[in-house]
DNA sequence: CACAAACCCTATAGATTTAGTAGATTAATA
DNA sequence: TATTAATCTACTAAATCTATAGGGTTTGTG
């Protein structure tokens, strides 16, 4: 299941993507017209900006925007920043490996076959998909 | 991310689709040949059960077996039974649906298309392969 | 009958998610 | 300079989910 964290941060990517000019966009003003919680989605930019996805401006007239053009980013950087490993088993994930306790030999592994599928699959379509991609509509 | 539920199933169950014959296996032959707590297995294997992909036998001699054919069992049954939703999202869910609190229209929402082309391409791959296609190796 | 196995119910520690609260800091502007 | 609007930081908390453990019951076989 996609976390809520990760539905909306995209949801505020795209906002502020599907903004005229570059000027900083106000956390209240994307909470209020995607209906997310003020809170939370403050600490949702804070990490997209940590990231180097947002830009940041304080004070008065400051707010959010978008360091690169929106098809200069890919949703697989989007989805590894906000919901993590894009594969469902860590022994599968290129970014974020881990070995299973379980399972001796990976290669013998049913579900690690299974997974890898999945998520050269799934991957495929984050790299071709841009963040200006699920603004086109 | 893949439960651990989910994962031992499917690990389980190949296990009982190597088998020889159909003779019933005790839930401790598995849980010790795979590495898996014997009670958690145990809840597992009764889910399937009530599910209809196994049958079991009681007393001496008993265990679990599969009721039909590997080769007739596809992914998309067992996960659906395990892990739930095969889709990241409900609002995009098949046999799971249900609307978003915040989403005024689902057809100008960027996560929902993103995760119908995930979706779609994650069935794809879950619809052509059986429990059989899992063992061979 | 005795035993071995599935079956069923309950509890729980720990992690994660999704917020809410309170305040500090920064920058523009009147 | 004082005010205001905004980001930033840190703490807390409720709710839910996950993975597992324990103990007792039922049923079938040898």
Same mark, same amino acid.
Request: overall charge positive; aromatic content about 6%; some cysteine.
């Given at each position: 299941?996609? #976390? =809520? @964290?990760? !539905?909306? +941060?995209?949801?505020? /990517?795209?906002?502020? *993507?599907?903004?005229?000019?570059?000027?900083? $966009?106000?956390?209240?003003?994307?909470?209020?017209?995607?209906?997310?919680?003020?809170?939370?989605?403050?600490?949702?930019?804070?990490?997209?900006?940590?990231?180097?996805?947002?830009? #940041? =401006? @304080?004070? !008065?007239? +400051?707010?959010?925007? /978008?360091?690169?053009? *929106?098809?200069?980013?890919?949703?697989?950087? $989007?989805?590894?920043?906000?919901?993590?490993?894009?594969?469902?088993?860590?022994?599968?994930?290129?970014?974020?490996?881990?070995?299973?306790?379980?399972?001796?030999?990976?290669?013998?592994?049913?579900?690690?076959?299974?997974?890898?599928?999945?998520?050269?699959?799934?991957?495929?379509?984050?790299?071709?998909?841009?963040?200006?991609?699920?603004?086109?509509?």
């Amino acid at each position: 299941m996609l #976390s =809520k @964290k990760t !539905k909306y +941060g995209i949801k505020a /990517l795209t906002f502020l *993507a599907k903004q005229e000019g570059k000027s900083p $966009v106000a956390i209240a003003t994307i909470s209020k017209s995607e209906n997310i919680s003020l809170k939370f989605l403050e600490s949702i930019l804070l990490t997209l900006r940590k990231n180097g996805i947002l830009g #940041s =401006k @304080k004070g !008065k007239g +400051g707010g959010y925007y /978008l360091l690169k053009e *929106a098809t200069e980013i890919p949703m697989t950087t $989007v989805m590894r920043i906000l919901e993590g490993p894009i594969s469902m088993v860590p022994c599968v994930s290129l970014n974020f490996y881990e070995k299973c306790d379980d399972c001796p030999d990976e290669n013998a592994c049913s579900v690690h076959s299974l997974m890898t599928k999945v998520r050269d699959n799934t991957l495929e379509i984050f790299r071709n998909t841009s963040l200006a991609d699920l603004c086109n509509r």
